[in-house]
């Protein structure tokens, strides 16, 4: 029998659950949309053969840029339909983010909206969504759980944002482990999602509700002050969240309905620590520790067993059941096991001949194989949720005329974890104006908000920026 591939489950589901809720589309301020599990497969069916009129082929990979709104999961259903593949772009995404990505990829259009169609047509052919209207039917060829459905672009330990190839077992695995270990998520599930879809989040939240036959609904973005009452409204029993969202909630004011919710877990990447037991309080419901790493999927959690023993302990949890994990003699976390990326894009592998991949966190385990994180190797800096390389923006500083040494660092910041500070050497500059050349080259997530001006940057004997003495002094 051929492994499953997202496809069948996507045709499982609208075969068993027609006519139930797949998907909400909650905009905030709009009328708000939903799908079923039948009008999921059809719509998916008719944009996959509006791309196949307009030639998109197995093995091809097309660029997306939307909004939080149904055609984004949908455009990306229909290119697996086709064995084609989707390079999801960042709708903050500037001219030098978007050549690199749509040139690096290979993408053979970019499927957008008007809002973004100006920034992409130099560098790609565009099609409107809106456009997107099929000639003829659609028939369902097979499709192979080794064919890549997505190019995920991420940023890696150094440079410009590499992408992982993922492919439908990637997503199966990751779909299936959240469906038969914590949370369990099942068809009596209403899952959320407050992240843009091109993250990794709300993709694989489509994925494990399309398994699960869960329900999905999607907000347009995390707003603080009105997040817990949409979590009411539409009855919500889990979500995740990550970064700074947890810190941003508990500054909002209590509310006599804090405790009425379906709620029943909640899973979070990097809780503070200090904060974990004002969230449990605060709504009555456990949350949950979760690592994942877009070039790895699922891999770390803690179970319903070992929550209460980890409040407040910054503890990662215990593998997954199909992760297997290794901290080296340098103190660097290793993963292992089925379901992770493919690869890098072009790039040579990164797993070791074992098939171990380093992940750049420094950590240690417990007696009783639990990851704890004690700092990272990796010159990177974790601005609310968003990977940013010191290397990518620091090039951007040096293509300015007037800079002549440029390093970039991750400060501590008390609400997005991190904060990117430049120090630069630039005589006769003023700050507003490298901000100007960043914001129109990089993603605004990416422009360093703290600025050092300086005649001279300490250096190593072999002439780089002494980085240590920088974070030093921060």
Not at 260 to 275: F, K, M, N
């Amino acid at each position: 029998m051929a492994e499953p591939t997202l496809v069948d489950h996507l045709l499982a589901a609208a075969d068993q659950w027609p006519d139930r809720a797949a998907w909400t589309f909650d905009p905030g301020d709009g009328p708000v949309r939903r799908l079923g599990f039948a009008d999921v497969a059809r719509d998916s069916a008719a944009y996959a053969q509006a791309l196949r009129e307009r030639g998109v082929v197995a093995g091809d990979r097309v660029a997306v840029m939307l909004d939080n709104e149904p055609d984004f999961p949908l455009v990306w259903l229909a290119l697996m339909r086709l064995g084609a593949a989707m390079v999801p772009l960042n709708v903050r995404y500037r001219s030098t983010d978007v050549g690199h990505v749509l040139t690096d990829s290979g993408a053979v259009l970019a499927v957008t909206s008007p809002s973004y169609a100006e920034l992409l047509e130099p560098v790609a052919e565009v099609v409107l969504v809106d456009d997107l209207s099929p000639a003829g039917p659609w028939v369902q060829g097979p499709v192979d759980a080794g064919a890549a459905v997505n190019v995920q672009y991420t940023s890696g330990t150094t440079g410009q944002p590499k992408g992982c190839v993922l492919t439908h077992r990637y997503w199966t695995t990751l779909g299936t482990s959240m469906l038969a270990e914590f949370p369990h998520i099942d068809s009596a599930d209403v899952m959320l999602t407050a992240q843009p879809f091109f993250y990794l989040d709300p993709q694989w939240n489509v994925v494990t509700a399309l398994m699960a036959g869960a329900h999905l609904v999607a907000l347009d973005g995390f707003h603080p002050s009105t997040f817990w009452a949409k979590v009411r409204e539409h009855e919500v029993t889990y979500f995740y969240c990550l970064a700074s969202m947890p810190t941003l909630l508990l500054t909002m004011p209590a509310d006599p309905h804090d405790h009425d919710h379906r709620v029943r877990a909640v899973q979070c990447s990097a809780i503070p620590p200090a904060l974990h037991a004002d969230l449990e309080q605060r709504w009555g419901v456990g949350w949950h520790e979760a690592f994942g790493m877009t070039e790895t999927g699922a891999d770390i959690r803690v179970s319903a067993q070992d929550h209460d023993e980890l409040v407040g302990s910054g503890c990662l949890g215990h593998p997954a059941a199909h992760r297997e994990v290794r901290v080296d003699g340098d103190g660097q976390l290793w993963l292992r096991g089925p379901g992770m990326m493919e690869g890098y894009l072009g790039l040579p592998s990164p797993f070791d001949a074992d098939g171990w991949f380093p992940t750049g966190d420094l950590a240690r385990l417990d007696d009783r194989g639990r990851v704890y994180l004690t700092g990272r190797l990796k010159d990177m800096i974790r601005r609310s949720g968003e990977n940013i390389a010191a290397q990518e923006v620091e090039g951007v500083l040096l293509s300015h005329p007037a800079v002549r040494v440029a390093a970039v660092i991750g400060v501590p910041d008390e609400i997005r974890g991190e904060e990117v500070k430049a120090y630069v050497v630039a005589p006769g500059v003023e700050a507003a104006e490298l901000v100007a050349w960043c914001e129109q080259r990089l993603a605004s997530f990416k422009v360093p908000r703290l600025w050092d001006f300086r005649d001279a940057l300490p250096l190593t004997a072999s002439q780089r920026v002494e980085k240590a003495a920088l974070r030093a002094e921060s």
